[in-house]
């Protein structure tokens, strides 16, 4: 069943509307199922003429607004079963009313003759109306706050007693869709995507990448999002909103977009959360930053500085002169009761190559040497090897323990479709940030790796099909267990997900002139059958 929520409008206009013909001719037999009192008893009359008299229901449903002299307020629900379900009765309408109602907290049982008036129609079509005014009748104020989401818990509460087709609960991983006049602005001036769309994949990308929250405002500016940020009394950030350049009001204003309605996991409360990481994580980002930044050895150095990172230098023993290799530390960074943690104690230090093969100092001045600002084929492939173990590991552990996986699943696909199809089947339910795993952070940190490296070419293409495939592995992974959990749009999101990512690998690995058509299966719930993807090459 899926409910949807409207509100405002005239009471008597509805009414007639609903037992009217509709647009065309769609209403068959409109009557009242249910109300707050005996529907019969509420049933509008048939004229002489043989139309309804609408003239008692109104009034008896507009008399609370006015005995607290308010306007009148009308809420408005529709509720429809799935086009596979079987028609239902009244008495099975009427029972669906009344839990929408008692849900939502505008009637709850037992408040029949205190709560609001409301009736719910039923004409034809495997739906019903349920309408309402927003004045309660013993004078309190009738709320409608998370109307939605108490109606969605309604419908698979009734969904799961009737055996009817099961929906996806209101948990929020859904992103908030454009609205119609969002979608017909951008058909009006041509733009390729709708601005709330395009900034929440360039938010997304964007927090994925960065190793700290002014990391990821640079990310936000390079990338040409304007950000405006929300401050505390005591100066802290609290909040931020984006927008696009082209994108203003008639007034030549920005419109601005908070993290919150992109996604409810875009938050800064929750994007701060996810940056949280050990102190051996955000060592190896920053040294891995200042290596993609510097064009020599003393400028790599000097970023270290500048980013609170403790350098110790190691000199030949041949030449005392000559520098032949680096370890580094964070303040903090101290080794207590034999293990390396915050605390007091002796500093822990790591040379650059405990951190990565490709941070040793002497690979870093071949690459200076070169001059080129590109990584090597080597380092590369041996990032896409770390990020394709990482996936594998946190693919095992969802299979192995699917309960406590919720960080392992927050991993980003590389490519960018697959990534907006995966990203519902990621988030967690109201955009709770998990608590960290090993395997979650490990594959962070993978990723953001891979975002320095820049992007794939010929020479990594099989190190980065390699990538591609453990993590389809993981994203199937994924859609398992959101099956398992009974999270069906999300599994759909998934398989959807893998789906693409498994024929990206195919097709890389197809020659060129005969590309074939990538047949997969897709078996979420709900959506029994198989899809057929064209492929498309290159990355």
């Given amino acids: 069943m899926i409910g949807k929520v409207r509100r405002g409008g005239r009471v008597a206009g509805l009414l007639r509307y609903l037992y009217g013909p509709g647009k065309a001719n769609e209403h068959v037999n409109p009557h009242l199922v249910a109300g707050w009192r005996d529907p019969d008893e509420l049933e509008p009359p048939l004229r002489a003429d043989g139309k309804r008299d609408f003239t008692r229901l109104t009034t008896l449903l507009r008399q609370p607004c006015a005995a607290i002299g308010e306007a009148e307020r009308v809420w408005h629900c529709i509720v429809r079963a799935a086009p596979q379900d079987r028609d239902l009765t009244d008495a099975e309408w009427a029972h669906l009313a009344r839990e929408v109602m ?13 709560a609001v008036r409301w009736v719910a129609v039923h004409h034809g079509d495997n739906h019903i109306h349920i309408v309402a005014t927003l004045a309660r009748q013993d004078g309190g104020k009738a709320r409608t706050s998370n109307d939605f989401y108490r109606l969605r818990e309604a419908c698979r509460a009734v969904e799961a ?3 009817l087709r099961r929906t996806a609960p209101g948990d929020r991983t859904a992103a908030k869709r454009p609205t119609r006049a969002e979608r017909e602005q951008a058909g009006r001036r041509g733009w390729s995507q709708i601005p709330r769309e395009a900034l929440r994949s360039q938010v997304a990308a964007a927090a994925a990448a960065a190793l700290s929250p002014e990391d990821f405002l640079a990310r936000l500016a390079q990338a040409g999002v304007r950000v405006r940020l929300r401050r505390r009394d005591d100066g802290e950030v609290a909040g931020y909103a984006v927008a696009l350049d ?11 977009c908070g993290g919150g309605a992109l996604a409810a996991d875009l938050t800064w409360p929750k994007l ?10 955000e060592l190896r980002e920053k040294v891995a930053a200042a290596a993609r930044d510097a064009r020599d050895e003393g400028e790599f150095f000097r970023c270290l500085a500048e980013q609170g990172v403790l350098v110790r230098l190691r000199h030949s023993q041949a030449n005392p002169g000559q520098v032949t290799g680096y370890a580094v530390s964070l303040p903090g960074m101290t080794r207590t009761a034999g293990r390396a943690g915050r605390g007091s104690g002796e500093q822990v230090w790591y040379a650059g190559g405990r951190l990565a093969d490709w941070l040793t100092l002497p690979r870093l001045r071949r690459r200076w040497r070169t001059g080129g600002e590109d990584w090597t084929r080597a380092e590369r492939e041996a990032l896409y ?4 173990r990482a996936a594998s590991a946190a693919a095992a552990r969802i299979r192995q323990a699917p309960a406590s996986a919720a960080d392992a699943a927050l991993g980003n696909p590389v490519l960018a479709k697959a990534a907006e199809e995966y990203e519902r089947a990621a988030r967690t339910a109201y955009g709770r940030i998990p608590a960290p795993s090993p395997e979650g952070v490990r594959l962070r940190s993978a990723v953001r790796l891979l975002a320095l490296s820049g992007v794939m070419d010929r020479d990594t293409t099989l190190a980065g099909m390699v990538v591609i495939g453990a993590l389809a592995s993981l994203v199937a992974a994924v859609a398992d267990m959101r099956r398992a959990q009974q999270h069906a749009a999300q599994a759909a999101a998934a398989h959807q997900a893998a789906n693409r990512l498994l024929t990206q690998v195919t097709v890389s690995a197809m020659p060129p002139t005969h590309p074939q ?3 997969l299966r897709q078996d979420s719930p709900g959506q029994p059958g198989s899809t057929v993807r064209e492929p498309r090459h290159g990355w």
């Fill in 102 to 114: 008692h849900r939502t907290g505008l009637a709850p049982y037992g408040q029949e003759a205190q």
């Fill in 161 to 163: 007693e009737l055996g």
């Fill in 246 to 256: 082209h994108h203003r009001t008639a007034a030549g204003a920005h419109v601005w």
């Fill in 272 to 281: 701060c959360a996810r940056w949280r990481r050990t102190p051996l994580d």
């Fill in 385 to 388: 090897g770390e990020a394709a």
């Fill in 517 to 519: 058509p990538v047949r």
